[in-house]
């Protein structure tokens, strides 16, 4: 096996070395590695490539687990700025036989590709100093252990056109990061959640046309301010888009709030998520969930079909709850289209202050006082 990584590594940069002489360029800047199909190959490329290249991956299979990044003199990982690039659905990596030795991985869980800035000795990021502009796009993960696609301490990380699937973990994460785009991608059957954002401030993110299904949660917000997930569609999850603040951000974390959830298509989300050993809830049956969050705009979604199949702590169309951080306060639920959901449309614990749920097109509402339905 060894032979052939180091068969696929050379002539993985011949081809780039080609490039760079029909190119005309200068070590100083950007040229693309193109990629074939092996085991290790992405991984031998992107230790290769210099800051600003580009990773073109054929159409084929890839066993590997990918770390964009580098090691300083004492092995804690730096950041590397690389766009890695497919060919569309047809471009599939997959977890090689054995775990490379990889920052990212640990015992029992491996990651598809994994994106960090810096990290200390302990494994913390250094928000000073994240990685900046990388992106991935126009590929398929699939069997991860963990996630297809993680980022951590990142800034302006995009990720296009992925098809993240069947994943134990997250299907395209990021963490204590700020600036991400999500668009266009395609994340299902993920034991966690399809999309997740989480345990960023000011994270100015947006999640925006992407499918997620059958994940635990469609669309994971959690622990951040200035989130946005605009026109998605979700179905088949327990939750089809879950915005929480559980108390446990990131250094520095703000009251998990100032979410936008507008224009999404949140339908038939029915899987049953039993309750977990930490103490997370069973769910079931819930279209959007607003949890102990502030000040959050959920407006113009349609919200349809959402129905238990097994115990949950709430059910229905659009759901407003507190937990043990506290209740919800100053949302606003207005102008959503909500039928045939169950017990509700709209549902409210009752708890928390200015909260206006309003001149929703909808047909019933818990609890009868709360008026949520027409003008």
């Not at 031998?44 to 580009?54: F, K, M, N, Y």
């Not at 073109?56 to 590397?80: C, I, R, S, W, Y």
């Not at 030795?101 to 494994?123: F, H, K, M, R, W």
């Not at 998990?256 to 339908?267: M, P, S």
Request: proline content about 6%; charged content about 15%; some cysteine.
């Amino acid at each position: 096996m060894l032979n052939k990584v180091r068969l696929a590594s050379a002539g993985l940069l011949i081809r780039g070395l080609v490039i760079l002489v029909a190119g005309w360029a200068t070590a100083s800047e950007h040229h693309t590695w193109v990629v074939d199909p092996g085991t290790g190959t992405i991984s031998a490329a992107v230790a290769s490539a210099s800051a600003g290249d580009t990773i073109q991956l054929e159409e084929g299979t890839f066993f590997d687990t990918v770390f964009v990044g580098q090691l300083d003199a004492h092995g804690n990982p730096m950041p590397k700025s690389l766009t890695i690039k497919g060919e569309g659905d047809e471009t599939v990596i997959k977890p090689p036989a054995i775990t490379t030795n990889n920052p990212c991985n640990s015992p029992g869980s491996v990651e598809g590709i994994c994106v960090t800035g810096q990290l200390d000795a302990q494994g913390n990021p250094v928000v000073s100093n994240p990685v900046h502009d990388v992106t991935i796009s126009d590929l398929r993960t699939t069997g991860f252990s963990d996630s297809g696609v993680i980022g951590f301490n990142t800034s302006d990380l995009e990720v296009r056109n992925v098809r993240s699937d069947h994943n134990g973990g997250y299907g395209i994460a990021r963490f204590v990061s700020k600036h991400t785009v999500f668009e266009d991608n395609w994340t299902s059957f993920n034991g966690e959640a399809g999309l997740y954002m989480g345990d960023s401030p000011h994270a100015d993110s947006v999640a925006t046309h992407n499918q997620s299904d059958h994940n635990g949660f469609g669309i994971f917000m959690r622990d951040s301010t200035e989130l946005t997930a605009t026109d998605n569609t979700v179905w088949g999850n327990c939750i089809g888009i879950l915005a929480i603040n559980s108390g446990h951000g990131a250094p520095g974390d703000l009251p998990a709030g100032n979410y936008r959830i507008a224009e999404n298509d949140v339908h038939g989300n029915d899987a049953a998520c039993p309750a977990s050993p930490d103490g997370a809830p069973a769910t079931s049956g819930i279209g959007i969930a607003l949890v102990a969050v502030h000040d959050t705009e959920v407006v113009d979604n349609s919200v349809n079909d959402n129905k238990p199949s097994g115990p949950s702590i709430a059910s229905g169309g659009i759901v407003m709850i507190s937990n043990q951080v506290g209740p919800p306060t100053d949302n606003v639920v207005t102008d959503n289209h909500a039928e045939d959901n169950q017990p509700a449309d709209i549902f409210s614990d009752g708890t928390g202050t200015g909260n206006k749920l309003r001149g929703n097109h909808c047909d019933t509402f818990v609890p009868a006082s709360l008026d949520a339905c027409g003008g």
